[in-house]
């Protein structure tokens, strides 16, 4: 079973940076897009951002140019850097991998995503 382990979050004035780490393990097939997502009491989970297997990125509007993510395969592990935060990004912060699951030996496969438990980050004077 894929295991997924974030940290990096807390309490940050605004201005301040975090960094988000999110680690997985127990992975025996290929991870494809991994991705931020955060969620506030009351809303839906929303994406902040993405990146592809290939390295490709894709931003929510309310965070280009202050946040970058970026992945380390050979870790398996997936990052976001936040800077400039503002209280608006308060939120509960929460990692996703895609892994794709081959089931025979002809390739047939399923994509599956996995997610972590989220951590808080809280953006205040």
Not at 14 to 42: F, H, K, V
Not at 53 to 69: D, H, L, P, Q, W
Not at 96 to 125: F, H, L
């Amino acid at each position: 079973q894929v295991q997924l382990a974030e940290s990096g979050g807390g309490l940050v004035r605004p201005g301040g940076s975090l960094r988000l780490s999110c680690a997985a393990s127990e992975i025996r097939s290929r991870i494809n897009d991994m991705g931020w997502y955060r969620q506030t009491p009351g809303e839906e989970r929303e994406l902040a951002a993405l990146i592809t297997s290939g390295g490709n990125t894709n931003y929510a509007e309310f965070v280009k140019g202050r946040f970058t993510i970026s992945r380390d395969n050979a870790k398996n592990t997936v990052y976001l850097q936040m800077n400039s935060l503002k209280p608006e990004d308060t939120a509960v912060y929460y990692c996703k991998v895609g892994v794709r699951i081959v089931v025979n030996r002809e390739g047939a496969y399923y994509d599956k995503d996995y997610w972590g438990q989220g951590t808080r980050v809280t953006v205040s004077p």
